[in-house]
């Protein structure tokens, strides 16, 4: 008797649920949109724990999967014959899917590169299970039709995905007290402060070339952004990066022979 009368009681309520659609389609009232919603929030609590430690906070997911159910609400056509929830299920996937892809970048990156990146990593599985050994940056470009330039920014702009706070704690082996991450990283390299010898900053200069030389009297002396210098010079923030990277090591070099 009582599987009877829930399911019967379960019968009642899908119908309420299918006629509040008919009515809300016609009035669009929101306090019936807000009734449905109330109905099928927990679609939404089910789809977001799944995507929970994956660098996004779950109630900002779970306030994108809300917008979703929304759309949902408002786009059901209860005449179709359709299980709400089966409708509702992709919509919400969808929408927590493209915060991902948009808002899951800590440092904000071209739509071009973040979905070039993707493309890349997949290209590296691929041709590393097809040949047994890494590829090579010219392996990937030749794979996916494009330029070694491309494949190395998609590369270094995924360094940008995720990135953790430095107020993030650790357990400190053989002590109780827990550490920062901010604690753990390494100081600012004091054999820079040598470097004020003006005889080897002016030797050092006529091993660069022009665009060296202008990023690194901007970057060093000027405290210009990459951002900055890239607008200057017409180029990408990532090849900015790049070439200041190869400044920096080529003077470390020529330091050490001293």
Partial sequence: MRNVAKAT???????DTKELFREYKETKDRDIRNRLIENYMYIV???????????????DIYQVGSLGLI???????????????SFATPT???????????????????????????KVNKAK????????????????????????EEVLEAMEASQGYNTKSLDITYDNDGDDKQVKLIDLMGDEDKNFSKIDNEDFLN??????DEVQIKIMKDRFFEN????????????????????????VMKLRQEYEKI
């Fill in 9 to 15: 009681n379960n019968k009642d309520k899908l119908i």
């Fill in 45 to 59: 609590d089910i789809l977001s724990k799944k995507f929970i430690n994956k660098g996004i906070e779950y109630e």
């Fill in 71 to 85: 759309y949902a609400i408002d786009r059901f056509d209860v005449e179709k014959g359709y299980e709400f929830s």
């Fill in 92 to 118: 919400i996937v969808g929408e927590i899917k493209k915060y991902f892809r948009d808002k899951g970048w800590a440092i904000r990156v071209p739509r071009r590169i973040q979905e070039l990146s993707k």
């Fill in 125 to 148: 599985v691929e041709l590393q299970q097809r040949n047994q050994k890494v590829p090579k940056v010219i392996d990937i470009a030749a794979y996916l039709g494009c330029s070694e």
């Fill in 203 to 208: 030797k050092f200069m006529k091993t660069l």
């Fill in 224 to 247: 210009k952004t990459q951002s900055e210098l890239a607008k200057e010079l017409n180029v990408s923030q990532m090849t900015i990066s790049r070439i200041e990277k190869k400044i």
